[in-house]
C-alpha cells in the first residue's frame, strides 16, 4: 500500500496529526509543515519541549483586550492602560496583525482600536458585526481629538474607513497617506513604509 506523498507514515499518527495542524497555519503548505516538524524533532530539546510549552502557556492565558481587541494576557492590554499613550489619537486598524505591524515601526504613539474585520456587503458584514460601536463609544469616553483610520487601501477597506468617518463629525479623522499601495494590507509592508504613511496622513 503507497501513501500519498504528504503521508509520513502509518506508525507516526501523532507526527503526522502535528503536521497536519501545522500545514493550516498561513504561509505553511504540507510540505514546508513537514520540514518543519522534522527540525522541531530534531532539536526537541532547543525548540520542540520549549515550543510546546510556550503554546500551552498562551493557549490558557491568551486572549482578547476588552476595550481595543488587541490580544494579550489581561482582561486590557498594556496599550490601554499606559497613560503615555493617552494622547487623544486612537488609531483603527483591521485586526491584530495590522496593529502589531503599527507598534513595530515604532511610530505611533497613541492607543489602538482592532475592528476585527471590514464592511463587506458580499459577505454580509455590517457595522454590528464588527467593533464600529464600540469604537464609537470610546471617542466619548476616552477625550479623543483625532481618529486615525490605518485600513488596508482595498474596496471594503476604503468602504470602512468613509462609513467610520461619516459617523465622526465632530472628530478629526485622518487616514494613511503615501506609501500604501493599492490593495495593500499593513502586515505586509514594510517600517518605513509605515512610518511615512502615518506621517503623511491626510483628513478623510
Not at 514546508?32 to 510556550?54: E, T, Y
Request: with cysteine; aromatic share 2%.
Amino acid at each position: 500500500m503507497r501513501h500519498s506523498d504528504d503521508d509520513v507514515g502509518e506508525d507516526t499518527g501523532d507526527i503526522q496529526t502535528l503536521i497536519d495542524l501545522m500545514s493550516r497555519l498561513p504561509g505553511l503548505g504540507p510540505r514546508s509543515a513537514r520540514r518543519a516538524v522534522l527540525q522541531l524533532i530534531q532539536k526537541r530539546g532547543q525548540l520542540l519541549i520549549p515550543l510546546a510549552n510556550a503554546m500551552k502557556t498562551v493557549g490558557e492565558t491568551a486572549r482578547e483586550c476588552l476595550n481595543c481587541g488587541n490580544i494579550g494576557t489581561a482582561d486590557i492590554c498594556k496599550i490601554c492602560l499606559s497613560e503615555k499613550r493617552a494622547n487623544g489619537q486612537i488609531c483603527v486598524v483591521e485586526d491584530v496583525a495590522d496593529l502589531w505591524a503599527m507598534e513595530r515601526a515604532l511610530v505611533f504613539k497613541g492607543r489602538y482600536h482592532v475592528l476585527g474585520g471590514t464592511l463587506s456587503a458580499l459577505d454580509a458584514i455590517g457595522p454590528e458585526d464588527l467593533r464600529i460601536p464600540r469604537l464609537l463609544d470610546r471617542i466619548t469616553t476616552e477625550n479623543v481629538s483625532e481618529v486615525i483610520l490605518a485600513l488596508g487601501a482595498t474596496i471594503d477597506g476604503q468602504t470602512t474607513a468613509h462609513y467610520i468617518a461619516d459617523h465622526l463629525p465632530q472628530i478629526t479623522v485622518t487616514s494613511l497617506a503615501q506609501g500604501v499601495p493599492i490593495g495593500g494590507e499593513l502586515d505586509y509592508l514594510d517600517d518605513g513604509t509605515i512610518t511615512a504613511a502615518l506621517n503623511a496622513r491626510r483628513a478623510l
